[in-house]
C-alpha cells in the first residue's frame, strides 16, 4: 500500500521587512515579505512531508491562504504514488477545476495558490526520492518532461514534438554539465545595494561590497524620480567600475512614452537590462519599449502564465524572461515557459528575493543549464541576501554564485521556530506591535 | 455630518444549477451558478446600503468572499460623502493598495474582489441620488467621467484627452437617447436555446421560442464535438431562419490551429461571431483566428483587465468586444473599456448571464448608448433568463429587448429570502443536498 498525503497545513507567515525598507521600489513602497506556507502531510515512515510557499507582500496573504485551503480536497486522500508518480496530472487537476478556473483562469490568487501546492508535491516527490529537485528533474527522460507540460494554447509556439527536441538536443552533455554545476555553481546577481529606500552612501557601500563578494551584476531600482536614478546611477557605476553590470528596475511604474524617455536619458549608463518597464500584462508595450530605447527589457515575475510569456516572446517584446518559482502553477508551468525561451533563444534570468524564492528557483535554472538550454552563457539568477535563516536548507552564495543544493527537496522547508514566531497576526512577533500600536 | 459606512457584509450564495445543465459548455460542463455578495451598510437614515457581487460558478466562491472580506479595512468607516463624492478615488484605493496588488496586478480573485465592492459603491451613489446607475453615469460631464478612469498603461492607446473627446461627442443628443431608450429598450440576445448540454429537441424549441419573444440573435455553444456542433448548427439555422443571427461560443477550448479549422468548418452556417475561441490572454492567438477564418471574433467575459482590452483593440484581434460588469474593477474600469472601444470604433456586446449580471450590465451598456458611443447599432447585450427571481429589481425583457431601468441603484440586490436560503453551506437548500449524500 502506498502511503497518503494525510492533511494540507496552511500557515500565514509574514516579516516586518516594511520597518527597515529593505524591499522598496518604485511601485512597493513598504513590503512585508510574507508567505503562504503549505505543508502536505503524510502517513510515510518518517514524518515524510512536502513543503511549498506562495510569495506575497504583506496584506492579502491570508487571501492567499484560503484559496490554498479551497484546494484541500484534491489533495487530501492522494496516495503518494499518485501524486509523485504523475506530477502533470497532479499540476492539471489543480489548475483545470472547471469552477475554480473561473477565478482565473491561470492567474492571480487562485493560480498562485495552486502553484504553493504544486511546488510542495515536488518538494514530497524530490524528499521521497532522496533528491534535490533539480537532480529528479534533471534524471528524467525528454517524454517524462515533456509529460509534465500542459502544452494547451502553447501550440502556435511550441509544440510537444518540438519540446523533445530542445529535450533530446541537451541529452548529451547532462552528466557532465551537473559535474560543472556542483563544481562552479550558477551565477547570481544582487539586489541588495539598489533598494530605493537605501540613502546614496548605503547604495555606494552596497555596490563595492557587493563587487568584492565576487558578483559580476547588481541591480538598481529606478522609476520614482529621474534626477534621483540618473544620480544614484552614476554613483553606482563609479562604485563598481566599467566591468560590472548594472541592471535597473522600474516595477511596473510607467507607461510606454515615459519608460522611453526614462531608458534614454539612463542608457549613457549602460544598463544591462531594464525590468518591468509597465504593466505585466502589456505584451505589446514591452515590444513598444523595446523597440524605442537601447536598452534591452526583462520581465517575468508579475507575468501571470505560460500563456502571456509565450506571447512575450512571440512579439520579440522581450531580451531576458524573468520566471519566478512561486507565481505561476509551479515547477510544471515553469518547464513550460523554460521550453519557450529555449525555442526562441531567449536567456532565462529568474526573479528571486522575496521569502524562499531564491531557495526554490536555483533548481529550474540549474535544471535548465543541465537538461534544457544547456548554457548559463548571459544567465544568472538573482539574489537578496534576506531571510534565508529561515530555511532549513538555506542557499549558500560563494563568490558571486550559487552552491548547487545536495539536499533532497526544493530547498523550501521553513525553520519551525519561524513559523511560530511569525505567524500572521498571533505569533509573537505580530502581536508585541499590536501591543505597541494600541 | 455625511453618514458613514458602517459594515461590509459578506455572503456566499451559490445555486445547485448544476443539476438541470443550465449554464453547460465545453470548459464548464456543471456550474453551479454562485455570488460572493456584498452589502455596504451605512448609518444614514432609512437603511440606506450598496449592494455588489461578484459571479463564480461554484467553488471557491469562498476564496472571492475571503478576498472582499480583506477590502474591509479600506471602506468602514469612510464617510459617504468621500466615497460616493469620488468614486474614482475610491476605486483606485482598492486597486493600487500596493501590498494588495502584488496578488494580481489588477487580476484574478482579488481583482474580483475589487470590483464587487466598486460596484456596490456604485450601487450606494444611485441610491443616494435616487437615481438608476445608467442615469448617473449619463448626467455626469465628460470631465466628471474622465476623472473616473485610471489611465495608467492606457495612454499608449487612449490619453485623458482623447476621452474627454469621445464623450465631448456624444454629448449633443442625450436626451434623445436616453427618451429613446426609455421608449424602445436596448436590444438583446438570448443563449438559452444553446447550453450544451440540452438535447436537440430542447435546442429547437428554445430557438422558434426565441424567435417568437423577438430576439434578433441566439447563441450557441461549440466546441466538444464538430460532429456533434455541425447538427446543433444546422438545426438552429433551420429552427431560426435565415433572418436571425446566430452567435457560437468556444469557452475556450482551442488553441489556433483548431480554432481555425473548426470555424471554417461552421462558417458555412453564418455565425455571426466566434466567442472566446481560447485563452482570453491570448492577444495574439485572438489576431491570427480572426485573420485564419472568416467569422468574427468576440472576447471578453474573461478577460482580465483594461490592459489586455486595450490589447486585443490594438492588434486588431477582435470584431466585438465583450465587457463583464464583475470581472475587472467595477464601472471605473469598464468605463474604460467603453472608452477605448469607442475609440478603436469597435462594439461593445456585453457577456451577461451568470448571477446578477444581467442585472448590473444593461446600465453600462445604456449608459454609452446614452453618452460614450451613442449608438446601439450592432450592438446586443447578452440575456439568459435564469435566477432573475432572487434580484429585488430583476431586468425586463420586452420584445426581445431591456427595458430601461428606472429603480434608484444598480439593481444588484438580491431578495433577503434568497440569502437565507441559498447561503453555503449552511442555507437550507445546501444543508438537504449535504443530508441526501450523507
Redesign the interface.
Known amino acids: 500500500m502506498s502511503p497518503t498525503i494525510t492533511e494540507v497545513d496552511v500557515f500565514d507567515i509574514r516579516f516586518p521587512t516594511s520597518e527597515q525598507l529593505d524591499g522598496s521600489d518604485a511601485?512597493?513602497?513598504?513590503?512585508?515579505y510574507s508567505a503562504a506556507y503549505v505543508v502536505l502531510r503524510t502517513d510515510a515512515p518518517g514524518g515524510l512531508a512536502g513543503y511549498g510557499l506562495c510569495f506575497?507582500?504583506?496584506?492579502?496573504n491570508?487571501?492567499?491562504a484560503?484559496?490554498i485551503r479551497?484546494l484541500r480536497p484534491y489533495v487530501v486522500g492522494r496516495t503518494l504514488d499518485s501524486v509523485t508518480g504523475d506530477l502533470g496530472g497532479f499540476y492539471r487537476l489543480l489548475t483545470h477545476?472547471?469552477?475554480?478556473?473561473?477565478?482565473?483562469?491561470?492567474?492571480?490568487?487562485?493560480?498562485?495558490a495552486a502553484g504553493a501546492v504544486v511546488n510542495a508535491a515536488w518538494d514530497l516527490a524530490a524528499r521521497r526520492a532522496g533528491l534535490p529537485v533539480w537532480e529528479l528533474l534533471a534524471g528524467m527522460t525528454p517524454e517524462e518532461l515533456a509529460d509534465l507540460v500542459d502544452f494547451?494554447?502553447?501550440?502556435?509556439a511550441l509544440t510537444r514534438d518540438e519540446a523533445l527536441e530542445i529535450l533530446r538536443r541537451a541529452e548529451p552533455g547532462r552528466a557532465e554539465r551537473a559535474a560543472l554545476l556542483r563544481r562552479e555553481g550558477y551565477p547570481a546577481y544582487t539586489t541588495e545595494p539598489g533598494w530605493l529606500g537605501y540613502s546614496d552612501e548605503k547604495l555606494t557601500r552596497l555596490a563595492k561590497e557587493a563587487v568584492a563578494a565576487g558578483f559580476g551584476q547588481i541591480k538598481l531600482k529606478v522609476g520614482a524620480d529621474l534626477d534621483d536614478d540618473l544620480r544614484r546611477m552614476r554613483l553606482a557605476r563609479e562604485a563598481v567600475g566599467p566591468g560590472v553590470r548594472i541592471a535597473v528596475d522600474a516595477n511596473?511604474r510607467w507607461?510606454?512614452?515615459e519608460a522611453v524617455d526614462w531608458m534614454r536619458a539612463l542608457a549613457p549608463y549602460r544598463p544591462h537590462w531594464i525590468e518591468e518597464p509597465?504593466?505585466?500584462?502589456?505584451?505589446?508595450?514591452h515590444a513598444?519599449v523595446r523597440a524605442g530605447q537601447p536598452v534591452p527589457v526583462a520581465t517575468g515575475e508579475?507575468v501571470?502564465?505560460r500563456?502571456?510569456f509565450?506571447?512575450l516572446l512571440?512579439?520579440g517584446a522581450v531580451d531576458y524572461v524573468q520566471i519566478d518559482a512561486a507565481r505561476v502553477a509551479g515547477v510544471n508551468e515553469n518547464l513550460a515557459i523554460l521550453l519557450l525561451a529555449a525555442k526562441f533563444g531567449v536567456p532565462v534570468c529568474p526573479h528571486a528575493g522575496g521569502v524562499g524564492l531564491c531557495e526554490l528557483v536555483q533548481h529550474l535554472s540549474m535544471f535548465d543549464f543541465v537538461a534544457v538550454s544547456g548554457t548559463w552563457d548571459d544567465r544568472v539568477i538573482e539574489y537578496v541576501p534576506h531571510l534565508h535563516e529561515h530555511f532549513t536548507d538555506p542557499v549558500v552564495m560563494e563568490n558571486g554564485r550559487y552552491r548547487a543544493p545536495d539536499a533532497p527537496g526544493f530547498s523550501a522547508r521553513m525553520v519551525p521556530a519561524s513559523l511560530a514566531e511569525y505567524r500572521y497576526p498571533d505569533g509573537p512577533v505580530w502581536t508585541a506591535r499590536q501591543e505597541l500600536t494600541r
Chains 1, 2 share one sequence.
Request: proline letters at 7%; charged letters at 25%; zero cysteines.
Open positions: 511601485m512597493n513602497p513598504d513590503p512585508d506575497t507582500i504583506g496584506r492579502g491570508d487571501v492567499v484560503a484559496a479551497a477545476d472547471s469552477q475554480l478556473r473561473w477565478l482565473g483562469p491561470e492567474k492571480g490568487v487562485m493560480h498562485m494547451r494554447y502553447l501550440s502556435d511596473q507607461d510606454v512614452a509597465t504593466s505585466p500584462d502589456d505584451v505589446l508595450a513598444a508579475h501571470a502564465n500563456v502571456v509565450k506571447q512571440q512579439a
